[in-house]
């Protein structure tokens, strides 16, 4: 590719915050935080490249998209947005991940199952020009501009400068699925792996079942906590993980949780559950295998169901946590079978199509 940036490029990233950063108007731009896959798309003629996060190209898992940014975009540009799923026109994170596969052939049917969905937020060149020294307008400005010619599923994200009405998407949109809203600096150039933009998150709390935990990847104690919540028919579901713990805190957690130990898994409400995650069979049991790291250690040590935490969390979707939690507090006045899955956040159903029609 000839292109004034060239794959790989690291995206600009942002801090979490809970609550819309202070400024004047027309300080920062706000959008509509995705649920999905980070990509850079790189376009020089023919040739598209879909760059994720962690700079492992996503091209050769959704190649639905690619003539579909051909169409959209121009000749020769590099584009910074989201790869969403949407099933029944809500976000859907389990059918996102579920396109991460080796086999082409799975590939090729869940493209045509569950097809993608990009969304456009940042213009980094556009011909032979690097945007990424100009202001964020300038960048937002240029982008509306080749957006007359996207078509579904090229998307470009809805955005505005009006703080109430960024507090009412903020509200609102959690319904659609998204995650919260982006603060961006009108004013600020595109800094690759650099946290200068915000994401304001939403913040929820729940009481889940300590349901097991895995060692922390030095060997040095407890690393992370595999969290569960009953539904009405009394089986255990794994909803996630706490993890992001300080070394005397992991170290804390060792002894608190050792004599919780099950030696005998049968006797775990998960040992079904654990006999298929060793065969990969679902990716969503806590010992499956990781679907961008195959080598990651996915062992975990399975305990008696009797703890009881308080956890935060921001988002989630499909009766599970997006993302990890964060450890709140121990609750010895709950019980573990008090801990049921009604307690996560449900809001009033948005469509995806709302969302993007915001803009």
């Known amino acids: 590719m000839e292109l004034p940036l060239t794959p790989p ?14 400024g004047e108007t027309g300080d920062l ?14 376009r020089d003629g023919d040739e598209v490249e879909l760059g994720s996060r962690n700079e492992r190209p996503l091209t050769r898992y959704f190649p639905e998209l690619l003539p579909a940014l051909r169409a959209a975009l121009p000749e020769r540009c590099v584009v910074d947005g989201e790869i969403v ?49 100009a202001p964020f307008g300038e960048r937002r400005a240029a982008l509306e501009e080749i957006a007359g010619g996207f078509v579904p599923p090229v998307h470009l994200t809805p955005s505005t400068d009006d703080r109430e009405l960024a507090s009412r998407w903020f509200e609102h949109f959690e319904g659609a699925g998204l995650d919260g809203i982006m603060a961006k ?30 060692v922390h990847k ?5 690393g992370s906590l595999l969290l569960g919540l009953y539904d009405t028919d009394g089986a255990l579901h794994h909803v996630g993980v706490a993890a992001s713990f300080t ?23 998960w040992a079904e559950w654990m006999q298929q995650a060793e065969r990969g069979r ?36 499909g009766g599970r946590f997006r993302g990890t939690t964060r450890f709140g507090r121990w609750r010895p006045d709950r019980t573990p079978e008090s ?3 009604d307690q996560l956040v449900e809001r009033e159903p948005v469509p995806v199509s709302e969302v993007l029609a915001a803009g």
């Open 282 to 317: 679902d990716g969503r049991l806590p010992g499956a295998p990781n679907r961008w790291n195959a080598d990651r250690d996915q062992s975990w040590e399975p305990l008696r169901v009797e703890r009881v935490v308080e956890v935060g969390y921001a988002h989630s979707t």
């Open 185 to 214: 600096p009108v004013d600020g150039p595109y800094r690759p792996d650099k946290r200068v933009q915000f994401k304001v998150k939403h913040r929820h709390t729940a009481d889940c079942v300590v349901a097991g935990y895995r």
């Open 85 to 133: 799923v949407a099933v029944d026109d809500r976000l859907a994170f389990d059918a996102l991940q579920q396109r991460i596969h080796p086999a082409d052939s799975r590939v090729n049917m869940l493209a045509e199952a569950t097809p993608a969905t990009f969304i456009a937020f940042d213009l980094l060149a556009l011909g032979d020009r690097d945007l990424t020294g």
């Open 29 to 42: 731009s706000f959008e509509p935080k995705w649920d999905g896959f980070r990509c850079i798309v790189f």
């Open 247 to 269: 070394a005397k805190f992991r170290a804390e957690l060792t002894e608190i949780l050792e004599p919780l130990r099950l030696d005998d898994l049968s006797e775990h409400p």
């Open 9 to 22: 490029v690291k995206p600009m990233l942002a801090k979490a915050v809970f609550e819309l950063p202070p």
């Open 339 to 341: 801990c049921r899955l």
């Open 218 to 222: 030095s060997g040095d104690g407890v």
